[in-house]
């Protein structure tokens, strides 16, 4: 079994896609990652296989759940060139960032190339520790950009898809 802890910083995440759901354990730590077994994430469709999996090997979960909606972000991605949701975009940016890097993936989203993008991303969020301003800040795209956001959403798709052996179409 990699990456077992048993310390509370397991969490529940859930990604539904087509009307199913998958339930994975995500490990934050000095890196977040999926618990894995031979560079796979372990997964399971119902939530109680979860809880009986963590009482088997001990683990303690955080007990909220965590969800990134697949079918949205399919949704959107066929409009990509429409405003762009910051939160949801780089929220989703993030967690396939995690897959990626759990399973020894090399992802799109973290060439270089991509930082400027990513930055206006997070300066989309308004966090106020970072906008000490008080004016909001709303990120203007070129349709170069909105690809690369997409092609970025795009592969993370893919990825969960090897993981999860479910098919989609976008």
């Known amino acids: 079994m990699e990456n077992s802890n048993m310390y509370v910083d397991?969490?529940?995440?859930?990604f539904?896609?087509?009307?199913?759901?998958?339930?994975?354990?995500?490990h934050s730590d000095e890196?977040?990652?999926?618990?894995?077994e031979k560079d796979k994430i372990i997964y399971f469709?119902?939530?109680t296989e979860l809880q009986y999996f963590c009482e088997q090997e001990k683990v303690q979960v955080d007990e909220e759940?965590?969800?990134?909606?697949?079918?949205?972000?399919?949704?959107?991605?066929?409009?990509?060139e429409q405003e762009i949701n910051c939160n949801f975009c780089i929220d989703m940016w993030?967690?396939?960032?995690?897959?990626?890097y759990s399973v020894n993936h090399?992802?799109?989203?973290?060439?270089?190339k991509l930082n400027h993008v990513y930055s206006k991303l997070f300066h989309g969020l308004n966090l106020p520790v970072i906008n000490t301003s008080g004016e909001k800040y709303i990120p203007e795209f070129s349709a170069s950009e909105k690809k690369e956001i997409a092609h970025v959403l795009k592969e993370g798709l893919?990825?969960?898809q090897k993981q999860f052996n479910y098919s989609c179409s976008i």
Do not use: M
């Open 45 to 47: 469709t119902e939530i």
């Open 94 to 100: 993030n967690i396939f960032h995690d897959c990626a």
């Open 31 to 36: 890196r977040d990652v999926f618990w894995t």
């Open 106 to 112: 090399k992802f799109y989203g973290d060439k270089k």
């Open 10 to 14: 397991n969490y529940i995440v859930e």
């Open 16 to 26: 539904p896609i087509d009307q199913k759901s998958y339930f994975c354990i995500w």
């Open 65 to 80: 759940i965590t969800t990134y909606d697949v079918d949205k972000l399919i949704g959107l991605l066929d409009g990509y």
């Open 158 to 160: 893919f990825l969960l």
